[in-house]
């Protein structure tokens, strides 16, 4: 039995799949799409999200390998993340999710984490990450 989500969905080409059918959506988001500095690297960051997931879902660690701990909030920190942007990328990833899992459990478990994931990314509350010391 293959407890991890990793083992479950097959692998890195689950991830891929997953990964594909998100930007497919974001590319043509008027909201997120503006927010890549980079739109001659979709490939790349492709790669970066699939290994990242693949990873965090119990498979490869070559996200680690290669950039280290993911440290989510900073990498985001430099674009602006409010309620907008948040719900616009759970959009895309959840019919991601719809169109590629095939198990309702495995469904329901990811899009948990992606709820989570991208509320805890906002940093539009004005408030810094660390107040300073007194």
Do not use: Q
């Not at 799949?17 to 974001?26: I, K, N």
């Not at 907008?84 to 469904?107: F, G, Q, S």
């Amino acid at each position: 039995m293959i407890d991890d989500l990793y083992g479950r969905v097959g692998g890195l080409p689950f991830f891929e799949r997953l990964v594909d059918e998100f930007y497919r959506g974001v590319v043509v988001d008027e909201v997120l799409w503006p927010l890549y500095p980079d739109h001659s690297d979709l490939d790349g960051a492709k790669r970066r999200l699939s290994l990242f997931l693949a990873h965090y879902w119990g498979g490869l660690t070559t996200y680690l390998e290669e950039r280290g701990h993911p440290r989510l909030r900073m990498r985001h920190m430099t674009f602006t993340v409010g309620p907008l942007e948040r719900d616009r990328w759970l959009v895309h990833m959840a019919r991601a999710v719809e169109v590629v899992c095939e198990d309702p459990d495995v469904a329901s478990e990811m899009m948990a984490y992606f709820t989570k994931a991208a509320e805890h990314l906002r940093n539009d509350t004005g408030l810094p990450i660390s107040a300073p010391k007194s």
